[in-house]
């Protein structure tokens, strides 16, 4: 009974998979609510589409599908945009805009999509 709340934190982040990513952001105490996302995409809509939504110019540069990929590989990418370790004007711009908790959301909701057919 020392400390339940760490603990609970604690398991709940190992629960979605994102102890790995925990130091990186000191996002220890971030929970990835995927039903949070859906307010929070609609600017990613337009270039990496959602399932059944397809992206509006697939042809004018290639954009990865994310639906469907896991979610610690969509969060380490948007954090790596973010801190500018991957380089991509367009993501750059928008990983800055996002929150961890953000990120947590939006990975955990694309990783809950089927990966869309073709790309
Ligand atoms: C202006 C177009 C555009 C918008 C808007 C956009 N993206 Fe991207 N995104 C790209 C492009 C282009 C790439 C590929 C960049 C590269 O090669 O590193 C990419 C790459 C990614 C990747 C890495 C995928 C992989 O397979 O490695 C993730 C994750 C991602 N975007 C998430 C998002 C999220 C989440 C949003 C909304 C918050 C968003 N993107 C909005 C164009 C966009």
Redesign the pocket.
């Known amino acids: 009974m020392k400390k339940p709340l760490a603990v609970a934190v604690r398991t709940a982040v190992l629960a979605t998979a994102l102890a790995s990513l925990a130091g990186a952001a000191g996002a220890a105490d971030i929970v990835a609510n995927p039903k949070a996302a859906p307010n929070?995409?609609e600017?990613?809509i337009?270039?990496?589409g959602i399932p059944g939504y397809k992206a509006a110019f697939p042809e004018v540069?290639?954009?990865?599908m994310?639906g469907g990929?896991s979610a610690r590989y969509?969060e380490a990418?948007?954090q790596a945009y973010k801190k500018g370790d991957?380089k991509?004007l367009?993501?750059r711009g928008?990983a800055a805009s996002?929150s961890d908790q953000d990120i947590a959301d939006?990975a955990a909701y694309y990783a809950q999509q089927a990966p869309a057919d073709g790309k």
């Open positions: 929070k995409i600017q990613c337009g270039c990496h540069f290639q954009v990865p994310i990929q969509i990418a948007l991957r991509n367009s993501m928008i996002l939006i």
